[in-house]
């Protein structure tokens, strides 16, 4: 049987690209439905800034209670995707700070469901980029998703 990645692991767009002259949160997503998030943080940074990635968690998509996660998830990093295609494990950690140089970047968290707080109806995720002051640095941000039921939406509550 033939692996279709759409099909099977859908992409949602969290965040098309947009400056990081402000701080910047992502659409959140109903973790619901939804097994694990693989959660893609793609940085153009012009400008030399250690541009922090934190992981929010809500009870609805519309931010409702938004907290920061609590519980440790993996992380990947490419801090220079010119030099090298490696991605390269970091410490788990609920949140990530690329290092301060001009260069394109990848972020990568991979975020079980149970990571959330489910028990206080924490079931929605989603991703914070603080402000680098730098007009020309600019973030996006792709969820990655597995899904329970392909069928349920993850936009909505």
């Known amino acids: 049987m033939k692996l279709s990645i759409p099909e099977q692991n859908p992409a949602v767009m969290g965040l098309a690209p947009i400056t990081t002259n402000a701080a910047t949160v992502g659409d959140y997503i109903s973790m619901k439905n939804v097994m694990s998030a693989t959660i893609i943080v793609s940085l153009t940074q012009a400008q030399a800034f250690a541009s922090a990635i934190t992981l929010h968690q809500a009870t609805t998509v519309a931010a409702a209670g938004k907290k920061a996660i609590a519980k440790t998830v993996p992380i990947f990093a490419n801090e220079d ?11 788990s950690a609920v949140s990530y700070t690329v290092a301060a140089d001009a260069t394109n970047k990848i972020v990568i968290f991979e975020v079980d469901a149970e990571k959330l ?3 206080n109806s924490f079931d929605c995720l989603t991703v914070g980029i603080d402000a680098s002051s730098e007009i020309t640095n600019f973030a996006s941000v792709t969820y990655i998703l597995r899904k329970r039921y392909p069928s349920q939406t993850v936009i909505t509550d």
């Open 81 to 91: 995707t010119a030099a090298s295609d490696a991605v390269v494990r970091q410490t």
């Open 117 to 119: 707080d489910v028990d």
